[in-house]
């Protein structure tokens, strides 16, 4: 069986496909994953000043604890990029969703500033 599928404008496309379930649920699961990640990235703020006390911080090593997520944004994301676009962009999110979770969780239980730095490296750049 032959089907001729024929050309539709954008506007046309969006109309048959219409707007349901699927599209707000698929916003919501986004929106909890981008909000998610703002506050991976923009807790460690609350954090830095506390670590001065419990970790016995000097300001240098509160810097660095501070700049850590954002620099393993800068330095994952083309390679995260480039993975979406050669493996699949579920997969890759799955995967790095789930790293970020697990290396989240173990900054949450390190010992010394060092341990956290890396910890938070590795789960903001997932």
Not at 72 to 90: C, E, K, M, Q
Not at 100 to 118: E, K, Q, V
Request: charged share 10%; aromatic share 14%.
């Amino acid at each position: 069986m032959l089907i001729k599928l024929e050309k539709v404008s954008f506007e046309v496309a969006l109309n048959l496909t219409g707007f349901g379930k699927f599209n707000i649920l698929s916003f919501l699961l986004c929106s909890s994953i981008i909000m998610g990640m703002a506050f991976e990235l923009f807790s460690v703020a609350y954090l830095v000043p506390g670590s001065a006390c419990e970790l016995l911080t000097t300001s240098n090593q509160q810097g660095l604890m501070a700049a850590v997520p954002l620099i393993g944004v800068i330095a994952t994301s083309h390679f995260w990029g480039y993975l979406a676009d050669t493996r699949g962009r579920r997969k890759v999110l799955c995967f790095s969703m789930t790293l970020g979770f697990f290396t989240g969780g173990l900054a949450a239980l390190s010992p010394d500033w060092i341990t956290f730095s890396i910890f938070k490296f590795m789960s903001s750049s997932a």
